[in-house]
């Protein structure tokens, strides 16, 4: 099966400008996780969707939003972008996020904000 | 809040030698992972601990989970350059549906 993929691998935008990014989860996985990592913060759980639904939140602004399609990919959009949102961004798929489900993650986004 | 706390942040080591991370929390976990990351990619997934007290080996690797459940470690004997890359504990938090929550990670170099 193939891994789960991300688009674009590198970005640069400035301040005030909004991006989206996508990713496409391993065939037959329903749940898409994303996560912010910065080397100040580590890992950062941003969201999860399963089923098209947003089932659970980080702590994250307003600004970071997302969406799962019908064939599972999920994109996320960051409006009105800061210096500080520049870091990697990871997608994870899984069949579903049970206890202790294995997390399959993609290679990221470097996000970077000039 | 639940939070993972990793130890020691950077480790910068010879090959051959031994080393042991720690994952430590106030909090307790009904399990708990490990995952590697090298530069460039994705976090991989070595192990999931699940059992107070539980150790499982994999090749040169062993990992071990707390009787309480709050802590683990992995050990790496004679480590392989190979085997430079950041390693990340991850807890699984309950409440409505689960979500992953992850330590700061160690860092680790090992030199030839």
């Known amino acids: 099966k193939a891994g789960v993929t991300q688009t674009p691998r590198y970005l640069i935008k400035t301040r005030g400008q909004q991006v989206t990014l ?12 994303w996560y ?15 089923s098209e639904t947003q089932r659970n939140k980080g702590n994250f602004p307003g600004r970071f939003s997302g969406r799962q399609f019908s064939n599972s990919r999920s994109e996320m959009n960051v409006s009105t972008l800061e210096l500080g949102d520049s870091a990697l961004y990871l997608c994870a798929s899984s069949p579903m996020t049970a206890e202790a489900d294995t997390q399959y993650f993609g290679p990221g986004t470097r996000l970077t904000v000039l | 809040t639940q939070l993972l706390e990793q130890s020691p942040q950077f480790l910068s080591i010879q090959e051959g030698e031994n080393l042991t991370v720690y994952c430590n929390s106030s909090s307790v976990f009904s399990s708990l992972q490990w995952y590697r990351q090298e530069p460039g990619e994705g976090p991989v997934l070595l192990v999931t601990v699940v059992t107070g007290g539980e150790v499982k080996k994999l090749k040169r690797l062993t990992f071990q989970f707390g009787d309480a459940r709050k802590d683990s470690s992995l050990h790496i004997t004679a480590a392989q350059t190979g085997d430079t890359g950041l390693y990340l504990c991850a807890g699984w938090v309950s409440g409505g549906y689960n979500k992953l929550i992850f330590g700061a990670g160690t860092r680790l170099a090992v030199h030839p």
Not at chain 1, 22 to 33: D, L, W, Y
Request: with cysteine.
């Open chain 1, 22 to 33: 996508s990713c496409s989860p391993i065939s037959g996985h329903r749940s898409v996780s």
């Open chain 1, 36 to 50: 912010q990592q910065t080397p100040g913060q580590g890992l950062q759980f941003l969201f999860e969707y399963f």
